[in-house]
């Protein structure tokens, strides 16, 4: 096992029934952010949770941070933070009852005032979990996540429900985390959330995966020749292919944003803003454009990540 890898599953295979969850899927992630990508029903879920020790794989190995994550629980969970959803939570707990119970079981924690000014938590720290806001909940759940000072921390859908300034703010703490050299694993929906924070992305679909490298790795193919443009939806893709030169691919990738591929020049530029005209389209916006993660995450699964 590489020094810096912090998790390394091995041909895990996880079945709920005759459901096959999860199948023989590999995975390294080392120290940094990763970011695990993937549909809903990929398996996702499943392959973090049995990360976590939650639960027990049918055959493959897991490894995290060198233990296994179910013999070897005792020893790995005081290294690790993991962010519960509120099935976790007491929710008749007082916000800083909860956080100053989960420093105490932590050696060198963080300064729990602080953390929760940092997060917006200081005005509710006598507020009872259930009396919380959605928003609320998610940045206590991942305060209590980071509290400890864990090695590593599992990290799931941390910014759902939040308003951009404390995305914001949670991006800043995450990036923190990583600078302190504490491995983070991150789910989330959001594509721009995992562009901006992850050093390396995993996409799983149907129970393996299917890609992993940096974000820059994944986008960098036909890069240099896309244009997108965006209009009213459902537009006549067809009579567009047939203005287009050869070998060059149009497609609504989402209702009314659209993609063309191919040897983009001035002239196919000049192409697309004719057809436009003739078919009395005007683009709210026309660009040249690197290939995004959400345009690899769709050609890889044929999915929208959606929450």
């Known amino acids: 096992m590489h020094e810096d890898a912090v998790v390394r599953i091995t041909g895990l295979v996880k079945r709920y029934g005759t459901k096959t969850a999860v199948d023989g899927l590999d995975l390294t992630a080392r120290a940094g952010i990763t970011a695990v990508l993937g549909p809903n029903g ?15 794989p049918d055959s493959g190995t897991v490894r995290v941070l060198g233990l296994d994550p179910v013999r070897q629980a005792e020893a790995l969970r005081p290294r690790i933070g993991v962010m519960l959803q509120s099935g976790g939570v007491y929710s008749g707990a007082r916000a800083d009852e909860m956080l100053r119970h989960m420093a105490k079981l932590h050696a060198h924690p963080l300064d729990v005032d602080a953390l929760m000014e940092r997060l917006g938590l200081g ?26 000072r ?11 429900g939040l308003d951009p ?19 983070v694993i991150l789910t989330t929906h959001h594509m721009d959330e995992a562009e901006q924070l992850a050093d390396d992305v995993a996409i799983i679909d149907a129970g393996k995966v299917i890609a992993q ?36 691919l149009a497609a609504e990738l989402t209702p009314g944003s659209y993609r063309v591929t191919g040897a983009v020049d001035p002239q196919l530029l000049a192409t697309v803003t004719s057809w436009c005209a003739q078919h009395g389209v005007m683009p709210d916006r026309i660009s040249v454009e690197r290939h995004t993660l959400e345009d690899v995450f769709l050609e890889l699964t044929g999915k929208e990540l959606r929450g």
Not at 44 to 56: I, Q
Not at 216 to 244: M, Y
């Open 213 to 248: 490298g940096s974000p820059e790795e994944l986008c960098k193919g036909g890069a240099e020749n896309t244009l997108r443009f965006s209009g009213r939806p459902g537009l006549d893709v067809a009579s567009l292919l047939k203005a287009l030169p050869p070998q060059t």
């Open 42 to 56: 990929a398996g996702k879920t499943t392959t973090v949770e049995t990360c976590e020790g939650y639960r027990k």
């Open 165 to 183: 300034q404390a995305r914001r703010a949670t991006w800043d703490l995450v990036r923190e985390l990583r600078a302190d050299g504490v491995g």
């Open 150 to 160: 864990p090695e590593l921390v599992f990290l799931d859908e941390p910014t759902a």
């Open 123 to 148: 005005s509710c720290g006598r507020t009872t979990y259930r009396r919380l806001s959605g928003g609320q909940q998610q940045r206590l759940a991942l305060a209590l996540a980071v509290v400890g």
